[in-house]
């Protein structure tokens, strides 16, 4: 069986380099169009009734829609990290959410996969959010920043450090913050403010978004962040325009390597806060602004995917679209979003959301469209984002440091039905095992519903077991009532965590 899935996968991937003429390259570009806090309802393809998001459904409605895509933690940096090595990040412990003036959590030695496409032959790009550190500690913001993105694969670098609402509130192109005065140096710090700078806590009356919690630090377009920040002013981004902003750098890209083939990590801000959409999306959902940004990602979405074909690129480039976590309707900023969400369900019918051990804390929108190789369709297969490294190995042809990646190549072209057999997933530090239609939460102490969030968490001091194929929801717990299942789930766990699980199992 594994001989008769390798041939083909080989024979299809020699017909896939053998297609494309027209003075291309016969490899295909790859774009991983990455998305922030997008719930699995948040996409009228799967399901959503109150938001039409056309240019996504595209995606999935002409590509394969998976609808059981998994992100491999509930929250941002190390989901992202997950998809960049291949590695659980559960595994690395400096793999949390990290502030804006962090190291960098992957190592120069470390496989990645814009590595793994530059042995392949092709240029690299990450144009959007990062958020997985900087430097080596105490970065000078006013020199060259180093490491970061391009040490670890990456030929060209136009990101954000770390998030929308954190400092420093400047762009860093290939190591540099873009349009800095040097006249005006820039200074960050996450342990106190420098002196003479107003923040949202005490300078509420310099705002034009109220903070709920965290988010009371320095302030910049009327906006109190998490962080403090100094100088730098010609160089701020303007919160409203980012989305613009990023699309035209992605579009940039494509037109300026064409006649190569490329790899770009397109990593969108929204639905993150603060949401900020452009004045021409503002209102348009109804919503409020976490719908407003949305609306205006599938229309960036549509925009991008308009230049692919205007260049001629479309069929020749392979578009894996996936979001880093689940939703969260309150993450800091009073904007309306729970007051305002109507029939809206960010989660569909899955459980808990961001942060949480519950399913829809990773459970995410994940479509795989390639015009005219890969066929419409929905897979119901089990496929992981930390598994594009090694299957894009495969298609790519070389060998890669695959670690905890697995190759599902034929999976994600949809010439296979079948995914990968079982996740750890990770929320918190804490992690949870899915395993065919079953899901096991081990026992942990902790709040069951948070106060910041209102999203619960997942966290019982009781095992949990659902058999998600029966019960989407998670609402019937099986944990006493099937102790087998529960006893040979368990011992899979440990298996893959190993002592890291052991500690955590004395404890309770």
């Known amino acids: ?28 570009n790859v774009v991983v169009i990455y998305l922030d806090d997008l719930g699995y309802g948040d996409l009228s393809a799967y399901g959503a009734t109150e938001l039409n998001t056309p240019n996504m459904d595209v995606l999935a409605n002409k590509g394969i829609k998976f609808t059981n895509g998994y992100a491999t933690s509930a929250t ?13 990040p559960w595994r ?9 003036s962090a190291p960098l959590i992957i190592t120069t030695k470390q496989e990645t996969l814009p590595k793994m496409f530059k042995r392949a032959g092709y240029q690299t790009a990450i144009v959007g959010k990062w958020h997985l550190g900087l430097g080596a500690g105490n970065v000078d913001w006013n020199a060259h920043i180093t490491p970061g993105p391009n040490e670890v694969g990456f030929d060209e670098a136009y990101i954000l450090a770390a998030t929308q609402d954190r400092t420093p509130t400047v762009y860093i192109k290939n190591g540099r913050v873009d349009g ?6 820039i200074f960050v710090s996450y342990k106190k403010n420098f002196e003479g700078e107003p923040t949202g806590k005490d300078n509420p009356e310099l705002t034009t978004m109220k ?32 989305a613009d902003h990023f699309l035209v750098k992605a579009q940039e890209y494509v037109k300026n390597h064409k006649k190569e ?24 959902s109804g919503m409020g602004p976490r719908g407003d940004v949305i609306l205006e990602a599938d229309w960036v979405i549509g925009q991008f995917m308009k230049t692919l074909k205007d260049e001629g690129l479309l069929e ?22 729970i007051e305002k969400l109507g029939k809206h369900t960010p989660a569909g019918k899955l459980r808990g959301g961001k942060y949480s051990l519950f ?55 949809g010439k296979s039905k079948k995914g990968r057999k079982s996740l750890v997933l990770e929320a918190g530090s804490k992690t949870s095992y899915r395993t065919g239609d079953w899901v096991m939460i081990p026992p942990y102490k902790g709040i069951a519903v948070s106060k910041n969030t209102s999203l619960e968490t997942g966290i019982s001091q009781e095992y949990q077991l659902y058999n998600l194929k029966k019960d989407v929801s998670e609402e019937h717990n099986l944990a006493k009532s099937n102790p087998k299942m529960l006893k040979k789930l368990l011992a899979e766990f440990e298996e893959i965590r190993g002592k890291d699980y052991s500690n955590i199992k004395k404890k309770y």
């Not at 690395?92 to 804006?100: E, F, V």
Request: charged share 15%; hydrophobic share 40%.
């Open 359 to 413: 399913d829809a804390g990773t459970r995410v929108p994940f479509m795989v469209y390639w015009k005219g190789t890969v066929k419409p369709q929905v897979s119901n297969a089990l496929v992981c984002q930390i598994d594009l490294l090694a299957s894009l190995a495969s298609l790519t042809g070389v060998d890669a440091d695959v670690n905890d990646s697995e190759d599902i190549l034929s999976t994600l072209l």
């Open 261 to 284: 083939p490329f790899f770009l990590y397109y990593a969108l801000q929204q639905p993150h806060v603060p949401r900020t959409p452009h004045p021409r999306f503002v209102g348009k």
């Open 76 to 88: 941002c940096t190390p989901s992202r990290f997950g998809l960049l090595t291949g590695v659980y």
């Open 211 to 242: 903070w709920h919690h965290g988010h009371n630090n320095s302030i910049v377009n009327g906006i109190p962040r998490i962080g403090y920040m100094k100088g730098g002013e010609a160089a701020k981004w303007s919160d409203v325009d980012m």
């Open 180 to 185: 800095l005065d040097p006249k005006d140096p």
């Open 92 to 100: 690395n412990k400096k793999a949390k959410i990290l502030p804006g």
């Open 1 to 28: 069986m594994v001989l008769k899935k390798s041939i083909l996968v080989l024979l299809f991937s020699v017909l896939l380099f053998t297609n494309y003429v027209n003075g291309q390259s016969n490899k295909p």
């Open 316 to 337: 020749n480039t392979l578009i894996i679209f996936s979001s880093d976590n689940g939703p969260v309707l309150q993450d800091g900023y009073y904007d309306n979003a």
